[in-house]
C-alpha cells in the first residue's frame, strides 16, 4: 500500500485511512493489528480488490491491484465453506474449476494437506459435520491449495473458543512454517499478534496510518510455551504501549466496540 486514502460518502467523519504505507514482506507471516475500528478489515479489502482507495496505489509486484484475482485469497471470519460439498469437494473445487489442476492431482494434494492440519479422516464430512475449529482449518486447506502469492487472513480465529484458538495457531504456524507463503494476517488479539508475527504492523485510530513496524525476533519452528518466554513478554509491551494509546483515542472518539481497549488494559496490568 502506497500513501492510500480511503474515504466513505466524501464526508470527513468517513475518512478510514489517511496517508496509508506499508509493504507485505515476500516469504514472512506478517500482521496486522490496530484499534477497534480503525479500518482493517478495510486494508484487507483494498489488497484484495474488492475495494479501490479513494487515493494511493495498491501494488503486488509492482502492478496496480484494480480487483479480485488468485494471487490474493482471503480467509474471512465467517466460515465460506459451500454446505453442499464435502471437505475434499470444497477443497479441489478452486483449483478443479480454474483449471489449475486436474481432479485427481488436486484431490492428491488435498489430502496431503488435510492430513497436515489433523482432518484426514474428516475428507468426505459436509461442513455441518465439523466443529468451528475444524471448519477454520479446512478453509486454511481450500486457500493454500489455490497457491495464492499472498494469503490474507481477516481474523480467522475470531469466536472460537480459548483452547481451539491456541490450537488454530499452532495448525497456521505449523502450515506457514512449512510452506513459506506470503501472509498477512489480521487481528484484535495482542498475545496472537506477537505469537505469529515475523513483522507486526501496528495501525493508529482512525484516519489510520502505520503507527509503528515491529520486527518479531522470536525464533521458528514456534510453540505455545514461548509466550512465557522473557523475550516474548518484552516484545508484547512493546506492542501494548502503542496499542493502548491509540485504543484510549478510538474509544473517546465513539468506537462502536471497546473490545481492544478491554484487551489492551485487561491484559497490559498481567504483564507488568
Not at 453442499?84 to 478452486?94: E, H, K, Y
Request: glycine share 8%; net charge positive; aromatic share 6%.
Amino acid at each position: 500500500m502506497r500513501s492510500v486514502h480511503m474515504a466513505y460518502g466524501g464526508e470527513p467523519g468517513k475518512i478510514v485511512l489517511d496517508d496509508c504505507s506499508f509493504t507485505v514482506t515476500r516469504g514472512r507471516l506478517n500482521v496486522l493489528i490496530g484499534p477497534s475500528g480503525c479500518g482493517k478489515t478495510t486494508v484487507v479489502n483494498l489488497l484484495a480488490g474488492y475495494e479501490r482507495p479513494t487515493a494511493g496505489e495498491v501494488l503486488l509486484d509492482g502492478e496496480a491491484v484494480t480487483g479480485p484475482g488468485s494471487s490474493r485469497l482471503v480467509v474471512f471470519q465467517e466460515t465460506a465453506l459451500f454446505p453442499w460439498l464435502t471437505v475434499i469437494g470444497n477443497v479441489t473445487f478452486g483449483p478443479v474449476v480454474r483449471g489449475t489442476m486436474k481432479r485427481a492431482a488436486a484431490k492428491r494434494e488435498a489430502r496431503a494437506l488435510l492430513e497436515m492440519v489433523g482432518l484426514k479422516d474428516f475428507a468426505d464430512k459436509h461442513p455441518m459435520q465439523l466443529s468451528g475449529g475444524m471448519q477454520r482449518r479446512a478453509e486454511l486447506v481450500r486457500a493454500m491449495i489455490n497457491k495464492p502469492k499472498v494469503m490474507l487472513m481477516d481474523e480467522p480465529f475470531r469466536g472460537l473458543d480459548a483452547m481451539t484458538r491456541k490450537l488454530m495457531q499452532e495448525h497456521y504456524l505449523r502450515l506457514f512454517e512449512e510452506d513459506g507463503r506470503t501472509n498477512l494476517f489480521v487481528t484484535s488479539e495482542l498475545d496472537e499478534a506477537v505469537f505469529l508475527a515475523d513483522r507486526l504492523i501496528v495501525l493508529t485510530n482512525r484516519p489510520t496510518r502505520v503507527k509503528q513496524i515491529i520486527e518479531i525476533d522470536l525464533p521458528r519452528p514456534r510453540d505455545i510455551a514461548m509466550l512465557g518466554s522473557k523475550r516474548f513478554l518484552e516484545l508484547k509491551r512493546e506492542a501494548l504501549n502503542l496499542l493502548h494509546e491509540e485504543a484510549v483515542k478510538a474509544f473517546g472518539a465513539g468506537a462502536t466496540s471497546a473490545y481492544d481497549l478491554v484487551e489492551a488494559v485487561g491484559r497490559r496490568s498481567s504483564i507488568r
